[in-house]
């Protein structure tokens, strides 16, 4: 009763876009639980939903790559960056996609890198996925991009990774948003997970 309350009331706060992303055939880890307004660079302001998942902290050995210490999580005994825990729980829900990592030039990720090159985990994506996504970069004049690009049944999604209390946007991330909005992609196919790491008990 209790949960149902709780969803009945995100509901009346939030409504049709919580109800859209329902109807996305998002994972229960990546629902919605709010919104953020944004303010792009000519002023407009947009709402974006945000969800909240708490992820496993890896205690296993250190991974064999890890960016600098950038904050391994365990997803089911495999040690993944939160975007690929993100893409891990879009693609049991039966989604398609790729890690965007634009650090050092654009690669296509589906697994854990090896070294700062990047190059033998870089994967090919859909040709109307890359010309969306050339598409946007060239509307908003960066290379940018939400972590996370997936498709499901005509749908696209973009998620966006931040650590809780550590991570904000960039100027470049909001012009990806703005740029996003201007080809066509609706805010509510954007996304922010916000998420919290724990140690095991």
Not at 11 to 29: C, F, H, S, T, V
Not at 185 to 198: F, Y
Request: proline share 5%; hydrophobic share 40%.
């Amino acid at each position: 009763m209790l949960v149902f309350c709780k969803r009945l009331a995100l509901i009346e706060r939030y409504g049709d876009k919580l109800r859209y992303n329902q109807a996305m055939n998002i994972p229960k880890e990546l629902q919605p639980t709010g919104t953020m307004d944004v303010t792009l660079p000519k002023g407009a302001t947009v709402s974006l939903s945000v969800c909240h998942p708490t992820f496993s902290l890896w205690e296993g050995n250190p991974a064999v790559f890890d960016y600098g210490k950038k904050p391994v999580l365990n997803y089911k005994g495999e040690a993944c960056f939160a975007e690929l825990v993100i893409l891990r729980l879009l693609c049991e829900q039966g989604w398609d996609g790729i890690w965007v990592e634009t650090y050092g030039g654009t690669h296509y990720l589906r697994t854990m890198p090896n070294e700062w090159k990047l190059s033998s985990e870089h994967v090919p994506i859909p040709e109307d996925k890359e010309k969306l996504l050339q598409n946007i970069w060239k509307t908003a004049q960066t290379t940018a991009c939400f972590d996370v690009l997936a498709w499901h049944n005509g749908q696209i999604l973009f998620c966006e990774a931040k650590r809780t209390g550590k991570d904000r946007f960039t100027d470049a991330q909001v012009r990806f948003i703005e740029g996003a909005i201007a080809c066509k992609v609706s805010p509510e196919s954007l996304l922010v997970v916000e998420w919290t790491g724990v140690l095991s008990k």
